[in-house]
């Protein structure tokens, strides 16, 4: 079976590079340009794991972490946060707040698909 | 109509007033006898038999100069308020009961000023008693054509038996307790009674011959004005005779205060400080009625008499002349009763002093140390009635032997002047704690002295002896000691002359005297008080002055003499409980002696409870160097307490600046902060899309069909300008802030800056199918920096179509002028601008979080380097709220 990915940022030029390199790897790829929509996405779908931007408009990352934990339905589900925050106190704070894992942008492609995997395996 | 007969009217009118006094006396507690229309009414116990009959004649002699007499009280009464108040609250504190008790206890309980100023009021107001029973005896002739008062036999006068009956009245009333500080309600009420029948009859008999014998105000005055001398009638005469009625007026100002009656009603008798807010307006109104037909009356009198009859009895003589006889008995009870009300209040009040500050402190207090407190008490009533009668009997006989020939105006005159030889010493004293009781004694004796030399006794012997040497060429002959004209001052009446001279001679005493010589501690202490009454209670509780030895046993037992073991016991025990002192206490403290003394001076005078109290006390005489220690060292306390409070303050106020400095920095550390972390964050974003992108791309296996390859080859290409687009904000951002950024001031015009930065954004606009319209073609040509102003249109503009729909959206730019500035608004009819990020959208890198779904990429620093632009040109740039859609940005630039 397909390994499902949510990508949630706001940035479309990042999201475009993310859609291509996880489409590569036969991942079933939703998108979300923001929290509101990602959400929405997550009310019908439960992914294997999300890779979550932090500053977005309307829901922010640490808001879309909080929904997908408080959720049974998505206990499955992995939280990879991908972000420009990248001060230890920030880091800290995400990986508290229940991520899996806490990426920076700038990021090298190969390095999140291997993160990925590996957290899925 | 017969002696008997008008006797009996006497004796029950009398009678009636007996009933009222009576009535009174048992309803103290009852509003009848509580209010101010009782209080203001028992002020006019000022108009005296000298008003009711007195001022007729001088009005037909000598015109109007009767009116400064009611002038001065009306100028006095507005400051009832402050000084009168003030009066009656020292009063009830330390439960004073005459004038002489008040003066004498501002100056510490001076004995000797107490004796003198009880002299001097006898001495002025037992003439004036006499008057009023020459007025009696006059009126009561002219009533039943007899004769009497000339008879040797004083048995056969009724004068003497209507001074009799007075005298009982007043004793009755007048001496229920032997605490003269005690209110004597009866005597008020018939006093008040009394006003209104004499206002009432006055102005009956002003109307029956204004209106009755003559057709009115105007037919008099056309009469009289018909007849020679008139003008002298109407007129004041030049400025010497408005000298005279200054000081008329500030004689009466003084009496109003300090005359014995009046002190005794106005203060002693006083209920409730809040009865002077009526008085104040109801006493001026009473005099005015008082005085209107007066200048009528005179009138109609001459008119009917001419000069053949005495004019001060024209009020009975109209209505009897006209056989109407039932009138001028109303006349004649009218003046009767201003008659009794003065001699009564007039001797209560006498006899209080008599007894309390001349007989008691020089005789009697031996034998009260020794006595039974119950014989005590009727000591000092006997003694008051003694005084009663004396004092009546002493004007009787004055009025027997001498003032058959003095007119009632003299000597009430004489009188008053006499008695305002205490003003100084009232008043001065009263704002000025300096005011010693040395300095307060020389100037009443000079001032006294003066007033016998220039008026009493020039007067007297003129009245007496028919002989003019004394007042013609003064005494051995010199011209300069002239008694009615010192020092060829010769313009004044008597009376305003003596005034003039005693008063300054009195006022300069005081004032050298008081600068030269500090009072005992006592003195001070009490000075204190009156000056300062409003702090009189923390004043009187610490007393901080006062160093001896006492024994409360001593003191109770001085106590129980006079009040009675009970209600010596009682005070005591709430002394006790209200400085939360045991009961068992030895030793009194300096509170005890001033309570006890207060406690004795109602019964025997506030000269009389000190000594009184010092005899069982062993007090030690503390110099004055002690006396200014402790209060220097009280002072030192307040100062260093008032600096130490000022440093505290002003510590706190450094530590709050201290603290306010560090948030600043704080906050502007966490902006400076927060600034790098947007800056940062914000440029991440491009440098992450061109990083991806470029990995993408320089796959090695490469099998990216080519239309992916062109997305991400331009996307790349986007995010380069959009990394240069925001390093150049940055920079320009930096600068404005720093203020580095100079600007280049030129004259342009505004329609050209304004097509120009159209152009910048022209073919975005086309791109996305919105419209900008900009139909304004005025020139407004004014200075400006124009790439600055393009660069804050272009942004307003990027911004504007940014938040429009592709195709639908819609932008304006207008442009107008006011106040000097010019406005330009740029208009779209996007989503608007929500109201919760109003407050923000200057701010740098607050990006609205309601932006489209497709972010709209902008650095953030926009419109805060807008703001930054348009404050260094001096104008402002704000967003407006609107009801419709869209959002609508406006900037001002001042027009110079």
Redesign the interface.
């Known amino acids: 079976m397909k390994k499902k990915i949510l990508i949630v940022d706001?940035?479309?030029?990042?999201v475009?590079?993310?859609e291509?390199?996880f489409k590569k790897q036969d991942f079933e790829v939703y998108i979300a340009?923001?929290g509101k929509?990602a959400l929405h996405i997550l009310e019908n779908n439960s992914p294997d794991v999300v890779l979550l931007d932090i500053?977005m408009?309307?829901v922010d990352g640490y808001q879309t972490l909080q929904y997908i934990k408080n959720q049974d339905r998505l206990k499955q589900t992995k939280v990879v946060f991908l972000t420009?925050?990248n001060?230890a106190s920030d880091i800290e704070k995400g990986l508290k707040l229940g991520a899996d894992k806490y990426l920076t942008?700038?990021?090298?492609?190969?390095k999140i698909v291997s993160e990925i995997l590996e957290l899925l395996n | 109509m017969s002696n008997y007969a008008l006797i009996s009217i006497i004796i029950c009118y009398l009678a009636i007033l007996f009933y009222i006094a009576f009535y009174a006396e048992k309803n103290a507690k009852s509003k009848w006898v509580n209010n101010p229309f009782v209080y203001t009414l028992s002020l006019a116990v000022y108009c005296s038999a000298w008003t009711y009959y007195g001022s007729v004649g001088i009005a037909a002699n000598s015109g109007i100069s009767f009116l400064p007499i009611y002038l001065g009280p009306v100028i006095a009464t507005p400051l009832w308020i402050v000084v009168l108040r003030k009066i009656i609250r020292i009063s009830k504190q330390h439960k004073i009961s005459s004038i002489a008790d008040f003066v004498s206890l501002r100056y510490g309980n001076n004995r000797f000023l107490g004796a003198l100023i009880t002299v001097i009021c006898v001495f002025g107001i037992v003439p004036y008693i006499s008057l009023q029973l020459k007025a009696i005896s006059e009126t009561f002739e002219i009533m039943t054509y007899e004769t009497s008062y000339m008879s040797t036999n004083i048995f056969d006068d009724s004068t003497f038996y209507i001074a009799v009956l007075l005298a009982l009245f007043a004793t009755f009333f007048g001496t229920q307790t032997s605490d003269a500080s005690e209110k004597h309600r009866g005597i008020v009420v018939s006093v008040a009674f009394e006003s209104i029948l004499k206002l009432l009859f006055f102005l009956i008999i002003g109307i029956y011959v204004t209106y009755f014998l003559f057709d009115g105000t105007s037919d008099i005055y056309n009469k009289i004005s018909l007849t020679p001398n008139f003008e002298s009638l109407t007129k004041i005469n030049g400025l010497e005779a408005g000298f005279d009625w200054f000081f008329m007026m500030m004689i009466s100002f003084i009496a109003i205060f300090l005359l014995p009656r009046q002190f005794q009603l106005s203060v002693i008798e006083n209920t409730r400080e809040k009865y002077l807010k009526q008085a104040i307006w109801m006493f001026p109104l009473y005099l005015l009625l008082f005085n209107i037909f007066v200048i009528f009356i005179a009138w109609g009198g001459k008119l009917s008499f001419g000069n053949s009859v005495n004019a001060e009895y024209f009020t009975l003589l109209l209505p009897l002349q006209n056989n109407h006889v039932f009138l001028a008995l109303l006349v004649f009870l009218g003046g009767f009763s201003a008659v009794i009300s003065m001699v009564v209040v007039s001797t209560l009040a006498l006899s209080t002093m008599v007894s309390n500050n001349l007989i008691i402190p020089y005789g009697f207090l031996d034998k009260f140390i020794k006595g039974q407190p119950e014989k005590n008490s009727k000591y000092i009533k006997n003694i008051r009635r003694i005084s009663i009668f004396i004092i009546i009997i002493t004007a009787y006989i004055f009025y027997i032997n001498f003032s058959i020939e003095l007119s009632l105006y003299s000597i009430g005159l004489m009188s008053f002047v006499i008695i305002s030889q205490l003003a100084p010493s009232f008043f001065v004293g009263l704002f000025w704690n300096r005011g010693s009781s040395k300095a307060s004694i020389i100037g009443i004796l000079v001032g006294f002295f003066i007033t016998v030399y220039t008026l009493v006794l020039p007067f007297t012997i003129e009245a007496f002896t028919g002989i003019h040497d004394f007042t013609d060429h003064g005494l051995f002959n010199i011209a300069a000691l002239k008694p009615y004209a010192l020092f060829g001052i010769d313009f004044l009446s008597p009376p305003a002359h003596a005034f003039f001279w005693s008063m300054s001679a009195n006022v300069l005493c005081y004032l050298i005297f008081s600068l030269t010589s500090k009072g005992n501690y006592r003195e001070r202490n009490y000075a204190e008080m009156f000056v300062d009454s409003r702090n009189y209670s923390s004043l009187q509780d610490s007393a901080l002055v006062w160093k001896g030895e006492a024994y409360v046993s001593d003191i109770k037992n001085v106590l129980n003499k006079f009040l009675g073991e009970e209600r010596a016991q009682r005070a005591l025990n709430l002394f006790f409980l209200k400085y939360k002192i045991p009961p068992n206490t030895q030793m009194a403290d300096a509170r005890l002696i001033n309570f006890s003394e207060k406690l004795l001076t109602g019964s025997i005078g506030s000269a009389s409870a000190k000594i009184l109290i010092a005899s069982v006390v062993k007090e030690e005489q503390i110099s004055l160097i002690e006396v200014l220690k402790i209060l220097e060292e009280s002072k030192e306390t307040i100062a260093n307490n008032k600096i130490l409070r000022e440093k505290s303050e002003e510590l706190s106020n450094l530590a709050l600046k201290l603290k306010q400095a560090n948030e600043e920095l704080i906050s502007k550390d966490k902006q400076k902060d927060e600034f790098l972390?947007t800056v940062?964050?914000e440029l991440?974003?491009?440098?992450?899309?061109i990083?991806?992108?470029t990995?993408?791309l320089m796959d090695e296996d490469n099998d990216?069909p080519s239309e992916?390859k062109a997305?991400?080859l331009s996307?790349m290409l986007?995010?380069s300008d959009r990394l240069s687009r925001l390093i150049n904000n940055i920079l320009d951002f930096e600068k404005l802030s720093k203020g580095k950024h100079e600007l280049n001031i030129k004259q342009n015009n505004i329609k050209i800056t304004i097509k120009q930065a159209i152009s910048s954004v022209q073919q975005l606009a086309i791109n996305k199918g919105i419209a900008i319209i900009n139909d304004n073609l005025v020139d407004f040509v004014f200075s400006y920096d124009e790439d600055r102003i393009v660069q804050v249109l272009t942004n307003l503009l990027s911004n504007a179509l940014k938040f429009t729909e592709p195709n639908k959206g819609k932008i304006t730019i207008e442009y107008k002028m006011i106040n000097n500035f010019v406005e330009v608004y740029v208009i779209d009819n996007g989503k608007g601008i929500p109201d919760e990020d109003f407050e923000y959208i200057f701010d740098k890198f607050y990006?609205?979080?309601?932006?489209n779904?497709?972010?709209p990429h902008g650095s953030g620093l926009g419109l805060a380097i807008c703001k930054q632009i348009l404050e260094q040109h001096h104008g402002k740039i704000w967003a407006k709220k609107s009801n419709k859609n869209g959002a609508t940005f406006v900037f001002k630039l001042p027009f110079m």
Not at chain 1, 105 to 110: A, R
Not at chain 2, 847 to 851: E, I, Y
Request: aromatic letters at 6%; glycine letters at 2%; zero cysteines.
């Open positions: 706001d940035e479309p030029n990042i475009m590079t993310l291509y390199t340009r923001d929509e500053m408009p309307n420009a925050k001060k942008k700038p990021f090298s492609l190969k | 972390d940062a964050h991440k974003t491009p440098i992450t899309g990083r991806a992108s990995e993408l990216m992916i997305q991400f996307n986007n995010d990006q609205s979080k309601n932006q779904t497709i972010k």
